[in-house]
């Protein structure tokens, strides 16, 4: 594998990936993973769900990095990554996070993901990669039924968000307005603040792989396990009980599947519990890593 870097603001940036020749990589061009770093002490990788890339973690990355030093990413076609010129999937996704943890030295890093990135910390754990791993309403536990829903309530939200872009910070600016929109993501829409919520939802919007990422999770293979003993560290599984976008009976397949996991449920929490009950979640991904 061939690797080009640069060095920008006092630490080297990786710019690309290019797989050798015959790898099972040839067919997929790689790309840099924009990436922030704040705080001092043991790293902490966060990966961001759907929607505003890094910017998701505001709410509870300063808390974080007061702790440690927190590296937070920009998934490819999210933030200010660019896209994949190939497959999107899970698993791609994935390769990217493994490549980027590998480049940047820090081997046996504890993650934290939210959503569709809980999913791509969990998997990073299934292969070995990482150390101890928090997953916060981790999506790949839907049943058939349930992964229907999914994807004819959330594809329709996004493209109204889409047309109503230029009104979001109007709308998401009174606790009417965000009680419409963000029903399905929030257990308490109407008291969350505007700068909370805007940058997400204006992410579902503009982001060039949120369609991409949709069918990767609507359309592709569900998550698998790891057997008992086989993952590098703790794994903390967190779940809303109001969250109606994985629904807190998926918390039981996610277990099963993954039985090293500790479970912990956030009451009068939806989807996002850095949103809705930001010390909580800050509390638990402190415990559940080093």
Known sequence: ????????????????????PGSARDSVAWVTLNHIRRGNGSPLLLVHGLGAGWRSWTPILDRLAEHREVIAIDLPGFGETPPLAGEV????????????????????????GQSMGGRIVLELARRGVGGDAVALDPGGFWSHRELVVFGATLRPSITLVRALR???PALLGNPVGRTLLLA??????????????????????????TG???????????????????????????????????VPRQASRATEL?????????????????WDAADEATRLILDGTH
Do not use: Y
């Open 212 to 246: 991409a990422a949709m069918n990767a999770l609507t359309k592709g293979p569900k998550q698998q396990g790891a057997p008992a003993g086989s993952v590098p560290g703790r794994v903390t599984i967190g779940w809303g009980r109001r969250d109606l976008v994985t």
């Open 184 to 209: 399905q993501l929030s257990a308490r829409p109407w008291a969350l603040s505007p700068e909370t919520v805007l940058p997400d939802v204006r992410g579902l919007a503009d982001s060039p792989s």
């Open 258 to 274: 993954f039985p090293d996991a500790v479970l912990h449920w956030f009451e009068r929490c939806g989807h996002f519990p850095q």
């Open 166 to 168: 230029g009104a979001l």
């Open 89 to 112: 999937s899970i698993a791609t996704l994935t390769d990217s996070v493994a490549d980027f943890i590998r480049e940047q030295g820090l081997d046996g890093v504890s993650t934290a």
């Open 1 to 20: 594998m061939r690797i080009d870097r640069t060095r920008t603001q006092g630490r080297w940036t990786l710019l690309a990936i290019r797989p050798l």
